[in-house]
């Protein structure tokens, strides 16, 4: 018999499940959620911690109201996305990762959104928005900004 | 209802048939991702209300992409009676035109694209009242051939019915009732699929090495994690195929005597893990999943996981490691996860599109696969034809086409008459090819002796206006942030050939920069832990094997040929042009442009990030970049 007895491993994919869940309810990962799941699923709450912060998804700050997502893929960055960033991060006042001072927007690249085929694109909260140029830029911030009243 | 035998299968094909080809007027608008992101849900709504106020009696619905991106949103109209008509670039006010015509009974000519022909009932004579070409007769399509997206755009993706109607679970009720695993596994085998992930290894040779392992349980994992920028092909088939994942999964799943099986899918597509997960609930339903499917005796289930933004888990052994942990690192292979795999169990682990693909090769059988495409490269590819190209869209071809039969054929050459420069395929791991080279037969090995790799099927086409050596600068930031950490060469190795190339875009590379870059590459590609690293320093190989020239440019006459690195050009306005309609004053972020109404304007050098935003703006093309 082992000295130290140890816990089964969760289920496949139940500690990134559990993140995602915790994620999608506060928008970020607070710390006693993550000490309330660490007891739940039986893990070191090093490997939480080590795998929020391994992958992109997660935050521990908390975020605006709305997520702008930029996409940097190869086709959105051959076909200017970048200068979409540079309008937002000029337009917000903040910079990828950031969230603006009244909450609304936390600014975000990503990698590829995989609708390269309408490049540059952007994705504000679950919405995409394809062939997209600069000067389209502040309708979109607009029309999320007029959900909030 | 619950699914025992073939004779179940009808009953769900006969609805399917009854949705798929009703005898009332049905429209399908195409509401993949891509469809979504150019207004598809507005023109979909658009539909809906005015067919409601004019009581025009409709089938409305929302099925994925039929792979011609270019003119999305697509709206498919069926009215029994008459062709079968496409239109593109469907916008809501055109959708409520649509509808009072079509109330009218009649089909209008604007916006039509082609006319779908049906597998059933192919209505007679097949001539198009208006002239138009059938679907399969565009340059687009002429030379694809559809078998992994064979119903993508085509069926709802939500509706199994459909799926089966279209063929769907006849292989698997035929593999579980009439095939032993090692007969499912001989017919992969002799179809030559290779896996579509990448790296091409035999799909039948992997599976064989993983029921002949001992070790129980064993897995099947789906690898949904397309990770490589400007790769879209895996979301498209999970979204709008849905099932065809997981019908050949679950083959795999027999063939190796797997009871369990993951799907894992990226975080960054929502849709496809909401379909996907939809599509594996309905199945369970039906008993297509669970306890001895088709009352063979064979039990199995799938269990969904969804990434969290890391690249780094498309590689098999790091995507493994994610769904035993949470944390997604590579480990030293072999053992190959066909032996030793999830938590060190025998595992299979397929792409997507391969196993979109074993459904129809055991329907079809191997021979009628290996027939397709040349010898050694049987079967049909994906392609993203994405970037600078004026047809961009998903593309399945037999192998052995050329780059130019894609680009120039298929893809219509470049985005706004431009030339050409090269073509990128394979993502980060793969390499830039130029456009001289573009007789080549698209195989995994020639691509792999050109210098770049097949992958899992991005291929970005880039122009004169494209710097080579801001391309490879570009994938070397991708990697550095991506690099996992765990191995050294790929840690320190990237982050360092992304200093060198960063120094040359600045204009402060020196010629020996050029003989560093290139050492510092091909000790990472040497001495790497796993495919990100081994690949990662393909992008800058390849670029100085072919586009040395670019680099000499940047780094002895400090010059970029391109015109896109920053130090090295500056924006100026040209004042017998400029009209001084002060839109380049609007939008440019850094605020350098100054000027009157109606005068010319003029950019002030300090200021000036060099964006260009304005010389995309300029309606009457009075910036100059100076290079």
């Known amino acids: ?149 | 209802m619950k699914v025992h035998s073939r004779s179940d299968l009808e009953t769900l094909r006969a609805d399917g048939l009854s949705t798929l080809y009703p005898s009332r007027l049905k429209i399908s608008v195409g509401m993949a991702t891509c469809g979504l992101a150019t207004g598809a849900a507005a023109v979909y709504d658009a539909l809906r209300d005015e067919a409601a106020a004019r009581g025009l009696d409709l089938m409305l619905i929302a099925t994925g992409c039929l792979g011609y991106c270019q003119q999305e949103p697509l709206v498919d109209v069926r009215m029994p009676g008459r062709d079968r008509v496409l239109y593109a670039r469907m916008t809501a006010d055109r959708a409520r035109e649509l509808i009072a015509d079509l109330a009218r009974g009649e089909l209008p000519a604007e916006g039509a694209l082609a006319v779908i022909p049906e597998e059933k009932e192919p209505p007679a004579g097949l001539e198009p009242a208006g002239g138009l070409p059938l679907l399969n007769e565009l340059p687009f399509y002429a030379r694809q051939r559809k078998i992994i997206l064979r119903n993508c755009g085509l069926i709802d993706p939500t509706r199994v019915e459909e799926y089966v109607a279209r063929g769907g679970y006849q292989a698997l009720a035929h593999v579980l009732l009439d095939l032993t695993p090692q007969e499912t596994i001989d017919e992969v085998l002799g179809s030559g699929l290779r896996g579509r992930g990448g790296a091409g290894f035999p799909t039948g040779r992997k599976w064989q090495i993983c029921h002949d392992a001992p070790g129980q349980p064993k897995y099947v994992i789906c690898n949904g994690d397309e990770g490589d920028p400007g790769a879209y092909m895996d979301r498209t088939v999970l979204e709008s195929d849905p099932y065809s994942v997981i019908e050949g999964l679950t083959i795999a799943g027999y063939a190796i005597g797997a009871r369990q099986g993951y799907i894992y899918v990226r975080d960054e597509y929502p849709l496809a893990v909401e379909r996907v997960t939809q599509a594996v609930a309905r199945a369970e339903e039906l008993g297509l999943l669970g306890d001895s499917i088709f009352d063979s005796g064979f039990d199995f289930s799938i269990t969904i996981v969804r990434g969290a933004g890391a690249f780094v888990c498309g590689e098999e052994t790091a995507l493994i490691s994610s769904i035993e942990g949470g944390l997604g690192e590579p480990r030293p292979r072999p053992p190959f996860p066909a032996t030793s795999g999830l938590w060190g169990k025998p595992t299979v682990i397929n792409n997507v599109k391969t196993l979109a693909t074993v459904p129809v090769i055991i329907s079809e059988g191997a021979d009628w696969y290996a027939a397709i495409g040349t010898e050694n490269n049987a079967g049909t590819v994906v392609f993203s034809l994405v970037g600078k190209v004026a047809n961009t869209g998903l593309v399945e071809v037999p192998l052995g086409l050329t780059l130019r039969d894609m680009i120039e054929g298929i893809g219509g050459g470049g985005l706004n008459g431009k030339a050409v420069k090269a073509v990128q395929t394979g993502g980060p791991s793969g390499g830039c090819l130029p456009a001289r080279l573009f007789d080549l037969p698209i195989s995994y090995e020639t691509l792999t002796q050109a210098g770049s790799i097949m992958g899992s099927g991005g291929m970005v086409v880039m122009d004169e206006d494209t710097c080579m050596v801001d391309v490879a600068r570009y994938f070397l930031g991708f990697t550095m942030a991506e690099s996992c950490g765990k191995c050294t060469p790929c840690r320190e190795g990237t982050r360092y050939m992304h200093e060198i190339l960063t120094r040359i875009v600045e204009g402060k590379g020196t010629p020996e920069d050029l003989d560093l870059l290139e050492e510092v590459a091909r000790w990472v590609k040497t001495a790497s832990l796993c495919g990100l690293g081994q690949t990662a320093p393909n992008p800058v190989l390849s670029t100085l094997r072919y586009f040395r020239d670019e680099y000499e440019a940047h780094v002895v006459e400090k010059r970029c040929p391109a015109g896109v690195c920053r130090a090295l050009i500056r924006l100026v306005i040209q004042p017998d042009l400029c009209t001084g309609c002060g839109l380049c004053k609007r939008e440019c972020p850094a605020g350098a442009i100054s000027g009157e109404k109606k005068k010319p304007h003029v950019i002030d050098p300090e200021l000036c990030t060099r964006c260009r935003m304005c010389y995309d703006v300029c309606p009457v093309g009075a910036i100059e970049i100076v290079k």
């Open chain 1, 1 to 149: 018999m082992p000295l130290i007895a140890q816990p089964p491993p969760p289920a496949g994919g139940a500690l990134l499940a559990k993140l995602h869940a915790i994620n999608a309810e506060h928008g970020y990962l607070p710390e006693e959620e993550l000490r309330h799941a660490a007891d739940e699923l039986n893990v070191p709450l090093s490997q939480l911690y080590s795998a929020a912060t391994f992958y992109a998804a997660f935050s521990f700050k908390p975020r605006g109201r709305h997520t702008i997502h930029v996409c940097l893929g190869t086709a959105c960055y051959i076909r200017g996305g970048e200068k979409l960033l540079e309008k937002l991060e000029t337009t917000l006042g903040v910079k990828p990762g950031e969230t603006t001072d009244d909450r609304a927007f936390t600014l975000e690249t990503v990698h590829c959104l995989g609708s390269c085929s309408m490049s540059p694109v952007i994705r504000v909260n679950g919405d995409t928005y394809g062939r997209l140029k600069a000067d389209r830029l502040p309708r979109i911030l607009k029309k999320y900004r007029g959900q909030e009243t």
